[in-house]
């Protein structure tokens, strides 16, 4: 399940893929990750999600994501690009100092679920160390999502 870090470009554009089965059907799954209000939950540096346009859930829809990184608060715009039940679901910044894509692409085997994570990351000159520590990130996060579906801790 690690995920591998694959340098993009000299502005430290980093690649992460990742996958993790989880034992819960697709449609459960797929609804849980789709909605960034569950992001908090599950995603060790979100604090808070809170919509900013009127039709959440939805292409297009934005959101204000505020995060504590080890660099200290950081506060993004979100916008959903792709959400299209139950196989896909990504989202990437428009406004804020952490610009990235998150790609999550979901398969059901048999009653469990594959997620296929594919994101981008812009990372500040001292990628080295930073890369690892949001390649670590992404596994402890891929990790409590299976935790918090399969075990009902919500």
């Known amino acids: 399940m690690a995920p591998e870090a694959i340098s993009r470009d000299s502005r430290r554009v980093v690649g992460l893929r990742a996958s993790i089965t989880i034992d819960r059907p697709i449609a459960e799954v797929f609804a849980y990750v789709a909605d960034p209000g ?8 979100v604090q808070d999600v809170r919509p900013t346009s009127p039709d959440p859930l939805r292409v297009g829809s ?12 950081a506060v993004n715009q979100l ?12 989202v990437r ?11 999550y692409r979901f398969a ?5 679920t594959v997620i296929e994570f594919d994101g981008e990351v812009d990372l500040p000159s001292v990628a080295g160390l930073t890369q690892q520590l949001v390649r670590r990130g992404v596994e402890h996060n891929l990790t409590t999502l299976k935790l918090v579906l399969e075990g009902g801790r919500r």
């Open 79 to 90: 916008e959903i690009v792709a959400r299209e039940s139950p196989r896909e679901f990504a």
């Open 62 to 73: 934005t959101y204000a994501m505020e995060r504590e990184l080890p660099t200290g608060r």
């Open 38 to 45: 569950n992001f908090p939950v599950w995603n060790s540096a």
């Open 108 to 112: 059901g085997e048999d009653d469990a």
């Open 93 to 103: 910044t428009i406004a804020g100092p952490t610009a990235f894509q998150y790609r």
